[in-house]
């Protein structure tokens, strides 16, 4: 007897767990109900369409160039896919779903032996006055983009204000600056990518924003969008500001579309998402659900999480599509590894942040290292920054975060395999990673920065973050900030402060009568290399007072004079 799988939601996991049972069992009869007019694109790719980099015919395309549609569902995976249908019921004791057909209204029963819940996730809606005025988008469905490029080629938008500063909210204001337009990027939370980044690397990210001519306000509620007499969006107003624009885009997150589970009494998590198993089966075992309307164990914290990713969409697809088809497959869970490419810059993060870590209880202890994503003397180098956070006792790895013009992301994903492990420290530390000048320094950015914190643990440093020096000098304290730079450096990125005591690191052994022994000793060069090596010469001269900045000026909070 054929078994009958109906999936609902037709985006990214519906389709993965057709393809999985088709793949496994040849006779099963699938079917998708989609409420929409488009499946299977790929929705992460929408910023780089409006940015003018990826025609949309390619979100909707195989590698070989083949068009996912309704045809190539039913020819190449056997699988019926029908689109335009609202699923608005589960009748859970006779396994049947009541659907309506959107064109004509005619509602048909679409019964079940193994029923998929791939419903997604809905933009999150402001409650403020004036989103219903014209030139007001989300930015969540390729409709939404078309209607924003069809506005943009009136050639009467100058100015565009961009409501949410996370991953959708950062992708949106690059390509939006990337073509000549006036964009103001507004966030609630006091900095950038709020939910991914620290705020020792947002802050970067911020001043590489506004070099690319981005106004960034950070801090700001928006209580209104006000429009003129025919009804057009013409200012945002905040509880600080009022903004000029010609066009807002809202981009405040999602929350997962749980109304259809909610409705059949299945059960929800403490996030709010659906509640599933390592399975991925819901409260009733004939129902599957995966992807942006599921929540996730975290796998460092042991607690359900919200974290909607189309990767973790994609493996939830093959684990159902495993069970359905009778295989025995379970999804473990989620370190929510996130990576975007912003204002020329790639950034992404693994576990938890020091915020999260801080809060959950760990005692956290972190390195940020920039360095060079290859051998330091090869061509084609470019910045990199690597942030290790740790558990102090255990030595364990909570999390990472990266961020530079390089390759960023090559990392990231080695310090989320090694946290997916239950790596400690000291084991990251020898990885056999792989080594040629074109692709990393003999001793790699990621082990670099891990053992810069292995340093700190075994108590042969002590480590200030800029930030914390920064606030020492603003503090007026009394302290010497011993820069260990060469005169061509500190004539291109100077500190104007009588405190700071320049000695080129290569004169040091021979200058230490010159550094007093009854200050705080805070040793500084532009990546923090040199700082570290020169606090462990001081310590080893009876100085005792001595601290190194960590990750040097490049990480220091404000544009220094050039």
């Known amino acids: ?54 025609p949309m015919k390619e979100l909707t395309t195989t590698a070989a160039g083949l068009v996912r549609d309704i045809d190539f569902f039913r020819q190449e995976k056997n699988v019926a896919v029908i689109t335009g249908v609202l699923a608005e019921g589960i009748d859970r004791n006779r396994q049947e779903v009541i659907a309506t057909h959107l064109g004509t209204g005619k509602r048909q029963v679409w019964p079940y032996d193994r029923l998929v819940l791939a419903t997604g996730s809905v933009p999150i809606e402001l409650s403020i006055p004036g989103t219903d005025l014209q030139r007001v988008f989300s930015f969540h469905h390729p409709h939404d983009v078309a209607r924003v490029i069809q506005a943009i080629r009136t050639k009467e938008i100058k100015r565009v204000a961009v409501i949410g500063a996370g991953l959708i909210g950062l992708e949106v204001a690059d390509a939006l600056a990337g073509q000549r337009l006036k964009v103001t990027l507004l966030e609630l939370q006091p900095q950038v990518l709020p939910r991914l980044l620290d705020p020792d690397l947002a802050n970067l990210l911020q001043r590489q924003m506004g070099q690319r001519g981005v106004d960034v306000r950070t801090g700001q509620q928006v209580l209104g969008l006000e429009g003129d007499a025919g009804g057009m969006v013409r200012r945002v107003l905040t509880t600080i500001d009022t903004i000029d624009t010609d066009m807002v885009i809202i981009a405040a997150g999602v929350r997962p579309n749980v109304h259809l589970a909610r409705e059949a009494g299945l059960a929800l998590g403490t996030t709010g998402a659906i509640a599933v198993d390592a399975c991925l089966r819901t409260s009733d075992p004939a129902i599957f659900a995966g992807g942006d309307c599921v929540e996730n164990l975290h796998l460092v914290t042991g607690h359900q999480v919200y974290l909607p990713l189309a990767s973790t969409a994609n493996k939830h697809g093959r684990v159902m599509g495993d069970n359905i088809a009778g295989r025995d497959s379970r999804f473990p869970g989620v370190l929510g590894t996130t990576a975007l490419q912003a204002f020329d810059l ?59 013009a390089g390759d960023a992301i090559k990392r990231l994903d080695v310090l989320a ?82 405190r700071v005591l320049a000695i080129p690191s290569n004169q040091l052994r021979a200058r230490l009568m010159e550094i007093p022994q009854d200050k705080e000793i805070i040793t500084l060069c532009e990546l923090g290399l040199r700082g570290y090596e020169a606090a462990r010469t001081l310590l080893g001269a009876g100085f005792t007072r001595v601290a190194f900045l960590e990750g040097g000026l490049e990480m220091w909070p404000e544009t220094i004079d050039h």
């Open 346 to 404: 790639n950034i992404g993060r693994t576990g938890l942040s020091t915020v999260e870590a801080e809060a959950l209880g760990y005692q956290v202890v972190t390195a940020v290292v920039p360095a060079t994503d290859t051998s330091h003397y090869f061509p084609m180098r470019s910045r990199v920054i690597v942030k290790v956070i740790a558990e102090a006792c255990s030595r364990r790895l909570l999390g990472a975060q990266v961020l530079g």
């Open 417 to 498: 395999t090694a946290l997916a492990m239950g790596c400690t420290l000291d084991q990251l530390a020898n990885l056999d990673l792989a080594y040629a000048p074109p692709f990393a320094s003999a001793m790699d950015i990621a082990l670099h920065a891990t053992n810069t914190l292995r340093n700190k643990l075994d108590g042969l440093v002590q480590g200030v973050t800029p930030a914390e020096a920064k606030a020492k000098l603003d503090r007026g304290e009394d302290l010497v900030l011993l820069d260990l730079r060469q005169p061509g450096e500190i004539a291109g990125r100077r500190i104007e402060d009588q």
């Open 1 to 54: 007897m054929k078994t009958r799988v109906l999936i609902i939601g037709g985006v990214a996991t519906g389709p993965k767990t057709a393809a999985r049972v088709r793949r496994l069992d040849p006779h099963a009869e699938i079917t998708i109900l989609e409420k929409g007019d488009m499946i299977s694109y790929g929705s992460c790719g929408l910023p780089y369409h409006l940015a003018g980099l990826v």
